[in-house]
C-alpha cells in the first residue's frame, strides 16, 4: 500500500466550507480522517469502511462533515461545512487493512499507515 496523500485545507471564516481529499490506493480496510490540534491529542473524526458502505463521525462533527470516497475508490473525501473556530487542526487520513479497525474505527492506534498532514484554519 502507498502513503497516503491529503491536501485541501486552507483558512476560511467560521460557518464556511472546505473539502479535503486524500489519495488511497490498494487499500482493504478502513479509511479515516483524524485532527490534531496544538497541546491536544490526535482525535479520529470520520471513518469508512467501503466493504460494508458504513461511515462513522465523533459527535463534534456530526451533521456537518461527510466522509465519503470516489467511484474508483482511489480518493478519500471530507466534506466538511458550516466549520467552527474549534474544528481548527491539522487533518490527517489514514488506512488500515483488514477488519480489525472496525473495533473501532476512529481510534488512531487501529491505523497503520498516514499520510502528511493538511492544515485547516477556521476564524472567528
Known amino acids: 500500500q502507498a502513503q497516503p496523500m491529503a491536501s485541501g485545507g486552507g483558512t476560511v471564516q467560521a460557518g464556511g466550507s472546505l473539502k479535503l481529499s486524500c489519495v488511497v490506493s490498494g487499500n482493504t480496510g478502513c479509511l479515516a480522517w483524524f485532527r490534531q490540534a496544538p497541546g491536544r491529542e490526535r482525535e479520529g473524526v470520520a471513518g469508512i469502511y467501503p466493504e460494508a458502505a458504513s461511515t462513522y463521525y465523533a459527535a463534534s462533527v456530526k451533521g456537518r462533515f461527510t466522509v465519503y470516497q470516489d467511484n474508483a475508490k482511489t480518493t478519500l473525501y471530507l466534506q466538511m461545512n458550516n466549520l467552527k473556530p474549534e474544528d481548527t487542526a491539522m487533518y490527517y487520513c489514514?488506512?488500515?487493512?483488514?477488519?480489525?479497525?472496525?473495533?473501532?474505527?476512529?481510534?488512531?492506534?487501529?491505523?497503520?499507515?498516514w499520510g502528511q498532514g493538511t492544515q485547516v484554519t477556521v476564524s472567528s
Open positions: 489514514a488506512t488500515a487493512r483488514g477488519r480489525g479497525c472496525l473495533r473501532d474505527i476512529l481510534k488512531p492506534d487501529n491505523y497503520g499507515l
